[in-house]
T-cell receptor, first 114, second 113 residues
Framework: DGGITQSPKYLFRKEGQNVTLSCEQN?????MYWYRQDPGQGLRLIYY???????QKGDIAEGYSVSREKKESFPLTVTSAQKNPTAFYLC?????????????FGQGTRLTVV | GDSVTQMEGPVTLSEEAFLTINCTYT??????LFWYVQYPGEGLQLLLK?????DKGSNKGFEATYRKETTSFHLEKGSVQVSDSAVYFC????????????FGQGTRLTINP
């Protein structure tokens, strides 16, 4: 079955550590996105990628980094520079250039700093 | 830039009540419009969409009509159920440039039996 998979579902990080969240899709989509969701709030765009080996900052990129070495994969690293990383992280993908197509979401990773 | 404004929540209704969640947008060109639903601890699922003016999206008893003259895409359901309790997000995808998805802030809906 085609879909988008995030792992792990829950992640705990000690202060000062970097952690990497995985996002894999087998939908053959060009565009992939990372969003952050805080309790009671909407989704804020962290980074997005429209094609392999290319990505752009979203609205809240500070303290995060990404790579897009393969079409299927768009991992997000939360670095120690991110001062308030505890949140729910959502990855999404959609076909680029096809107007009107919706984005597909993973099930999310809940990151907690301990 | 493009933006979406949703009716603030939380919204609490009794079962079988009529539901409206307002959504208005600002965008250049001709964006596509979406409603997504999020159940606790899960990702977002597409509920319905409309890709051009006057289109009506519908699914599971929910409906929304793309109104370009009022830049709106209000979500409605005639008779809600307890299982409709979730967070609802209105979103748009522009038709030019990076075609990013832009979301509203979400509306939490609770249906009481």
């Amino acid at each position: 079955d085609g879909g988008i998979t995030q792992s792990p579902k829950y992640l705990f990080r000690k202060e000062g550590q970097n952690v990497t969240l995985s996002c894999e899709q087998n939908l053959n989509h060009d565009a992939m996105y990372w969003y952050r969701q805080d309790p009671g709030q909407g989704l804020r765009l962290i980074y997005y990628s429209q094609i392999v080996n290319d990505f752009q900052k979203g609205d809240i990129a500070e303290g995060y980094s990404v790579s897009r070495e393969k079409k299927e994969s768009f991992p997000l690293t939360v670095t120690s520079a991110q001062k308030n990383p505890t949140a729910f992280y959502l990855c999404a993908s959609n076909p680029q250039g096809l107007l009107g197509t919706e984005a597909f979401f993973g099930q999310g990773t809940r990151l907690t700093v301990v | 830039g493009d933006s979406v404004t949703q009716m603030e929540g939380p919204v609490t209704l009794s079962e079988e009540a009529f539901l409206t969640i307002n959504c208005t947008y600002t965008a250049t060109g001709y964006p596509s419009l979406f409603w997504y639903v999020q159940y606790p601890g899960e990702g977002l699922q597409l509920l319905l969409k409309a890709t051009k003016a006057d289109d009506k999206g519908s699914n599971k008893g929910f409906e929304a009509t793309y109104r370009k003259e009022t830049t709106s895409f209000h979500l409605e359901k005639g008779s809600v159920q307890v299982s409709d309790s979730a967070v609802y997000f209105c979103a748009l995808r522009g038709d030019r440039g990076a075609q990013k998805l832009v979301f509203g802030q979400g509306t939490r809906l609770t249906i009481n039996p």
